[in-house]
């Protein structure tokens, strides 16, 4: 559910408190009466409020004016829709919108069809592979580059399928950065953000283009024409995994600025109704963390499953040319390193942003709340304290992807495991086949030996 405008309304005029308590609390005094004297700060911080008050987040034209975080990612966001995987825009001020009929729709379809083409030619290519062939590490590298093509397949699934929810979670950061100016009086920046950004969209480009012609260059039987096919698909992967690092290094910045605002407001004036609408913009923060897997449930499920796969796969190619020819180490070996090590990067990144994000969402908030002295408030702000505590105790920064995953680092350590699992029945596999072949390698050797005799 997502915390409506009204709602946000009512912690301003103080009505949840006053409702509960029972009694009378007259805030159109705007609490400038502090031990019975008039404090000039109070009354222009009152009067600030009062102007910021008239501000509405779901206005379009003021998310607009606020909504930093869109104009700092913008540029990530229009590569999604050139590559078609993301067809959303920006229809109207404020507002990410998503439609079949779009412009951006049209074009994604089109793109698509065009590409899938070319996977299809090239894949049909990669599964002769397997017709020519009776060498082991040609079968390895032939699942590889057909895995590689699989996530073309899936977009119309995970990017299309929740292009709207997706386009949802965008719009809800507009209204929490209008909140969040009406409740702070400072809006919300992220420093250095754009930078970023430029460097990730470039570097997604460059990383692809060197994997693909170093996997070009190492295995044998990858054509360069073949590369052709890719460029689309791994430029998807690293923008994927840049995308998910925006996201989570935005909620990480919101999450310090409100702790850090918080603290400073609590020193000048610690108040039920200013504890109030921290609780509520703290509330709507904690909205927005548990939206983004929920918005990108499908696209990171299979972000996952991918990469868990590439690397058992590329992993145990490497270990069985090593037990085959040794520890000399070839091309072929050094091209599934490099597979290995690129997937398991990007599925670090991964799990640390995530996990590195929901620290940062309570714990400054609470340090602030755990720090004030309850002796020197009156009680309504003494319940309005334990209101907000019981509110970060019973919605838990975590980042779930609908139920199937929550993404932390402990995701990290259970897909090493079970890689690991897997590739310790897969290694026992190749070891017994090793040692069926032994005694049928004896025997011709003895009657080669007996035949010379």
């Known amino acids: 559910m997502v ?35 008039m404090n000039p700060e109070l009354i222009q911080r009152a009067k600030e409020r009062a102007i910021r008050a008239q501000l509405n987040s779901a206005d379009g034209d003021t998310c607009e004016l606020h909504d930093q975080f869109y104009r700092d990612h913008k540029l990530l966001l229009v590569l999604f829709r050139a590559l078609a995987v993301m067809p959303i825009t920006r229809s109207a001020p404020g507002r990410i919108t998503f439609s079949w009929r779009s412009s951006a729709s049209i074009y994604a379809f089109f793109f698509y069809i065009v590409s899938t083409v070319i996977v299809l030619v090239v894949g049909y290519e990669r599964i002769k592979v397997f017709r020519t062939t009776s060498k082991f590490d040609e079968y390895i590298y032939g699942i590889l580059f057909v895995i590689f093509l699989a996530p073309h397949f899936w977009i119309p699934f995970v990017g299309w399928g929740v292009a709207k929810q997706v386009a949802i979670y965008k719009t809800m950061w507009g209204a929490f950065q209008v909140r969040y100016y009406r409740v702070t009086g400072t809006s919300l920046q992220f420093p250095r953000l754009r930078m970023l950004i430029v460097l990730f969209s470039i570097g997604c480009l460059v990383c692809a283009i060197v994997f693909l012609l170093s996997l070009s260059f190492l295995l044998e039987g990858f054509a360069l024409w073949h590369t052709s096919a890719y460029y689309h698909i791994i430029t998807m992967l690293n923008m994927n995994c840049a995308l998910w690092y925006i996201n989570c290094r935005g909620i990480r910045v919101a999450s310090s600025s409100l702790s850090r605002c918080f603290r400073n407001d609590v020193a000048v004036e610690c108040t039920a109704a200013m504890i109030s609408r921290y609780r509520f913009l703290w509330l709507n923060l904690s909205e927005l963390l548990q939206s983004l897997g929920n918005a990108y449930a499908r696209t990171y499920s299979t972000y996952c499953l991918f990469m868990f796969v590439n690397i058992t796969v590329a992993i145990y190619g490497a270990l069985s040319e090593i037990i085959d020819h040794g520890f000399g180490f070839s091309f072929k070996e050094i091209g599934l390193i490099v597979d290995t090590v690129y997937c398991s990067i990007l599925l670090f990144i991964f799990c640390d942003c995530s996990h590195n994000a929901t620290l940062q969402v309570a714990q400054g908030v609470q340090d602030t709340l755990l720090g004030i002295n309850l002796l020197k408030v009156d009680q309504p702000t003494q319940k309005e304290i334990d209101l907000f505590i019981q509110a970060i105790e019973m919605n838990p920064a975590i980042v779930s992807l609908k139920g199937y995953a929550e993404v932390n680092r402990e995701l990290l350590t259970s897909s090493i495991s079970t890689i690991a699992i897997y590739l310790i029945v897969l290694l026992q596999f190749k070891l017994s086949l090793i040692s069926q072949q032994i005694p049928a390698e004896i025997i011709e050797n003895v009657k080669l030996l007996q035949k010379g005799t």
């Open 3 to 37: 915390i409506k405008d009204s709602e946000f309304e009512h912690s301003f005029g103080y009505a949840l408190l006053r409702g509960d308590m029972g009694t009378v609390w007259d805030t159109s005094k705007d609490e400038r009466m502090v031990n019975g004297t």
